[in-house]
């Protein structure tokens, strides 16, 4: 079964500090895999995409990584900021066709405290 | 060029009573998507729509809801006959193809419907 889980469900930091957000996948065959950011009543918004072949990627202050060996990706924030408190959506392409082979996790929700 | 735009964003029903979400995708995007997410709980893919098309709607219910994206005007998500688990915030998103392996979804704000 296609499945997209993280991990922590929730967490909260200082502002400044760092924090490391985790998804693990079930999806096969794997396309790609995005990060979005959703803050509170928005829609989700993409950070980054990670296909089979790349290991890290960087926005800014959000670093990804991608073991497609052991299907897992993490999403590091470095000096965390008050805007950063939203909720952190791994989202995983499968190679299916067909509009129907994105597979969401449930979300990280992060707050940043002062 | 403006993101997607939903509306109402808010909207709140009594049981019986029919809800309609507009959806208007990112200028130069054919493409339509409807998920909807539940409290505490990952968006649900529902229904995929090109112009005057419906590709894929093996997520939505088969009874009540239905979906159109007409060669005119933005897509239209319908729900009859609303029941309180239809209470849910409703996200419409955008594409320009589907067919690279890049191709990025655009989120919009969402509908958030109350059912009383």
């Known amino acids: 079964k296609n499945q997209v889980e993280q991990s922590p469900q929730s967490l909260i930091i200082l502002e400044g500090k760092n924090c490391t957000l985790q998804?693990?996948?079930?999806?096969?065959?794997?396309?790609?895999l995005r990060w979005y950011k959703q803050d509170t009543g928005r829609g989700p918004v993409s950070l980054t995409i990670?296909?089979?072949?790349?290991n890290t990627k960087s926005n800014g202050r959000y670093t990804a990584t991608l073991d497609a060996d052991t299907k897992q990706s993490s999403l590091h924030i470095t000096a965390s900021q008050l805007s950063d408190s939203a909720s952190y959506i791994c989202v995983v392409r499968g190679g299916q066709t067909g509009a129907n082979n994105l597979f969401f996790g449930t979300g990280t929700r992060l707050t940043v405290i002062p | 060029n403006a993101g997607v735009m939903q509306n109402p964003r808010h909207l709140v029903r009594r049981r019986g009573q029919e809800a309609r979400l507009r959806c208007s995708p990112m200028?130069?995007?054919?493409?339509v998507y409807w998920y909807r997410q539940l409290p505490e709980e990952g968006l649900k893919f529902m229904v995929y729509?090109?112009?005057?098309?419906?590709?894929?709607e093996s997520g939505m219910p088969k009874e009540r809801f239905s979906a159109e994206f007409p060669k005119e005007g933005p897509s239209i998500l319908r729900i009859q006959q609303v029941v309180r688990g239809d209470s849910a915030a409703y996200f419409c998103?955008?594409?320009?193809?589907?067919?690279?392996?890049?191709?990025?979804?655009?989120f919009g704000p969402g509908t958030r419907l109350t059912v009383l």
């Open positions: 200028k130069g995007h054919s493409h």
């Open positions: 729509l090109q112009k005057e098309n419906i590709i894929d």
């Open positions: 998103a955008s594409s320009r193809s589907t067919r690279t392996v890049y191709n990025e979804q655009f």
């Open positions: 990670m296909t089979f072949s790349e």
């Open positions: 998804c693990n996948y079930t999806v096969s065959p794997f396309s790609n």
